[in-house]
């Protein structure tokens, strides 16, 4: 197959360009610059040039306790652009694959949100990801709608990187416990992404890292895996005080028969870790 990435800087759309291209498919990999998913002129000739099978949107506005203070900038990508990246592709006759996000759970349930759950954001990050969904599924039939959470990988800032340079500098680290999610390998994640493309089970579903964990619990495993001698200190979101409020409780399943299942989140870790000390090692 032909796949256009959009996005294709950002932490995820790299992994999904290295996943199509060790499962042999053809790859146009259009970083920001090369094609701002915002202008529809842009997108229409760029797909009509290229004529792709599928189209994997990377491309999102990603800064959730930004998008409270900037909305118009998080709607314009995360709400708008995404119907017209589906509609773009159904017109060059592709396919297109598009991420949203747990944060469009209000996090009221205990037990892992699955594709039939009703959306109830807290945040305008989770609003502007809600906003994106409705158009894309309607403008193109040939849609696959993937939620994803707490994703880590070698290719952006997140968590895992930054708690294991909080863990280089300080002997304890104080860590929000009243959340739970899914962390999810960018690795996994994006391998999952490119077998999904290649079928035909459209419509929504959830793809994450197996199991949930908080993010003390996370940080915690990060140390041991990393074997990183600094305390995780439990701390109540409150304490944190951020911006946008965050689901208590955002881990992602599938009741789809057909869902790719990712391993448990920390055997991800875990390969990420690996990774991260053969890199190391190469780049030393
Ligand atoms: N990270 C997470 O924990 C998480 C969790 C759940 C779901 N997701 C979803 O997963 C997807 C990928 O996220 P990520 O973590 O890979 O984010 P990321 O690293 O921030 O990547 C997003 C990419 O989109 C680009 N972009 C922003 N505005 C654009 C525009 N108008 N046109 C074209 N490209 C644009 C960004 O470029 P610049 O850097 O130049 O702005 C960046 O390269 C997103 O849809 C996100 O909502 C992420």
Redesign the pocket.
């Given at each position: 197959m032909k796949l256009l990435v959009?996005?294709a800087?950002?932490?995820?759309?790299q992994e999904v360009v290295g996943a199509a291209r060790r499962n042999g498919h053809g790859v146009v990999a259009l970083?920001?610059a090369e094609?701002?998913?915002?202008r529809t002129d842009a997108l229409r000739r760029r797909f009509d040039t290229e004529r792709p099978d599928a189209v994997v949107n990377?491309?999102?506005?990603?800064n959730v306790d930004g998008a409270e203070e900037e909305r118009t900038a998080a709607f314009e990508?995360?709400g708008w652009?995404p119907g017209a990246v589906a509609a773009a592709a159904a017109e060059v006759g592709a396919s297109v694959l598009h991420?949203?996000?747990?944060y469009v759970f209000d996090g009221g349930k205990r037990e892992p949100y699955v594709e039939s759950d009703v959306p109830a954001p807290l945040s305008a990050y989770g609003e502007s990801?809600l906003a994106g969904e409705a158009p894309t599924i309607e403008a193109n039939p040939r849609h696959f709608m993937v939620r994803?959470?707490?994703?880590f990988g070698p290719g952006?800032p997140?968590f895992v990187e930054t708690i294991l340079r909080l863990g280089g500098e300080r002997d304890e680290v104080r860590v929000v416990d009243d959340q739970t999610g899914s962390p999810t390998f960018c690795v996994d994640l994006a391998e999952a992404l490119v077998a999904l493309i290649a079928t035909e089970d459209y419509g929504i579903h959830h793809v994450a890292g197996g199991g949930a964990g908080s993010w003390a619990q996370l940080a915690a495993e990060t140390f041991r895996g990393a074997e990183v001698d600094c305390r995780v200190t439990p701390i109540t979101t409150a304490e944190m005080n951020r911006p946008a409020p965050r689901p208590a409780y955002s881990a992602l399943d599938s009741e789809r028969p057909d869902t790719p299942h990712l391993r448990p989140w920390p055997q991800g870790l875990a390969a990420y870790l690996a990774s991260r000390t053969e890199r190391q090692g190469v780049a030393g």
């Open positions: 959009t996005g800087g950002g932490m995820l759309g970083v920001r094609l701002d998913v915002t990377c491309a999102a506005y990603t990508v995360n652009a991420i949203s996000s747990d990801k994803s959470a707490w994703l952006g997140n």
